[in-house]
């Protein structure tokens, strides 16, 4: 019996202690947020980046091109077809496809038989694609199917196979889209299409990128390399490499990562591929930014810049401009990096890029944050929100909630941050993600679940006495 008192005794004193502990602690916490926000004008900044499955996914697009191109001869057809063709294309690489698919549509009132309606199809579903027009651009591309198996025409039937796949992809329907590019890469290797086998298994590797499947991303960009490297296709190589760079950055191999991503730089310098060459930049600067080498960051931010400029490219332009922003972000010059920011914002905006204009719209409410402008953060992240939502963005969407959630807790509107901060998880968990986003969320969460009781018991005393 006495045993038995002396462990009770021990227990009890255990728990007062710990309990002492971690009032302390939590007392040492919040005096530690009380200097840095009241005295040294200093705030928690919000989440910095968008979830990684995102960034790869939207980096390894760029190195290959997502979408499939169909021409069956166009360029050979009559003037009133290959005229409007031949001038959508170039409106198409403009990233103008607004114009574009106008072009193309007066090709297609104009065409002959039903190969030149599939390629068109195709063509006027990656505007649409490009322009997150999701509905639509499923419209074309099952009418360029249709076009082609009524022609017998397998490249125009893998091609509007592989194009589905993506906006499947888009729509987080991975399974079907797996289904499409797989469909896609079997007709390629029936008709001994090298290259279309290449770009197939590397819209694969999206799908398990999107999964976070990075071994499975990994060995199908291995497979569509070995292709490309066997049939001397030095562009679809130097994009292989690219992309296995890019997954071995998510995979915090930063060595790894900058070998391939400076393998692929050289031969698209070999091959005088500029665009490729800044985004090969692009990404080796991201690997700086990453290991905190600002300056090299800088360095090779820059060089995209003015190759983007040099070839008139608006969106790699924008894209650049919002990296150095990040920049001069995490160095703490946020003049600087606003200035990025609204240079991007508004070229972005000219192009009709909704999610640059979303991104760029968080990283705008990301540095008023950080001046304690809450009034202008609050009105740029609420738009960025609603952008996000708008394409069915869920990530970009739960970043941005989060971003207001943290606001809303600085202002210590605790129902309000909450709610944010719940929508914020909600969609994070939906889309599987993990990462710095949903942590940052989680931590809040718990704080103001800490905070609960103290606020709960102000409310009351402040809350009106009703009728009975």
Known sequence: MTTLLGILAVVVLAIVVIGYLLTVIDFVERLRRFWRRRVLKQHDAPVATKEDVAEIKRAVEELRGQMSTYLDGLAQAKPDIRDHFQEGRR????????????????????????????????????????????????????????????????????????????????????????????????????????????????????????????????????????????????????????????????????????????????????????????????????????????????????????????????????????????????????????????????IHRQIGNKLGQANQLGNLGNVYFRRGELDRAEGHLEKAAAAFEGIGDRLGQAQALGNLGLLAEQRRETGKARDLLNQARALYEGAGAGGEGPETVRRALERLAGAAPAQRKRTRKKRPLKKP
């Not at 991975?174 to 299409?193: K, P």
């Not at 070839?311 to 919002?322: E, H, P, Y």
Request: a negative charge; one cysteine or more; proline letters at 0%.
């Open 91 to 346: 409106l198409q690489d403009a990233e103008q496809h607004e114009a574009a698919i106008r072009e193309f549509e007066k090709a297609f009132a104009a065409s002959e038989n039903d190969r030149q309606r599939s390629a068109l199809h195709i063509l006027i579903g990656n505007s649409l694609l490009n322009l997150a027009r999701l509905s639509e651009a499923e419209g074309h591309y099952r009418q360029a199917l249709d076009a082609g198996q009524t022609a017998h025409d397998r490249e125009a039937e893998a091609a509007a196979l592989g194009n589905l796949g993506n906006v499947y992809a888009e729509r987080g329907q991975l399974d079907r889209a797996e289904e499409h590019h797989r469909r896609a890469l079997a007709t390629h290797q029936e008709i001994g299409n090298a290259v279309g086998q290449a770009n197939q298994l590397a819209n694969l590797g999206l799908v398990y990128v999107q999964r976070r499947e990075l071994e499975q991303a990994e060995d199908c960009f291995r497979m569509a390399l070995t292709i490309d490297e066997e049939i001397g296709n030095k562009s679809g190589q130097a994009a292989d490499l690219g992309s296995l760079g890019v997954v071995y950055r998510h995979r915090r191999d930063s060595a790894t990562a900058e070998q391939h991503l400076k393998k692929a730089l050289a031969i698209h310098q070999e091959i005088g591929n500029k665009l490729g060459q800044a985004q090969d930049l692009n990404n080796l600067g991201t690997v700086y930014l990453e290991r905190g080498e600002l300056d090299r960051a800088e360095e090779d931010f820059t060089a995209a810049l003015h190759i983007h400029e040099e070839i008139g490219n608006r969106v790699g332009k924008a894209r650049a401009l919002g990296n150095l922003g990040n920049v001069y972000s995490r160095r703490g010059e946020l003049d600087t990096a606003e200035g990025r920011y609204r240079r991007a914002l508004a």
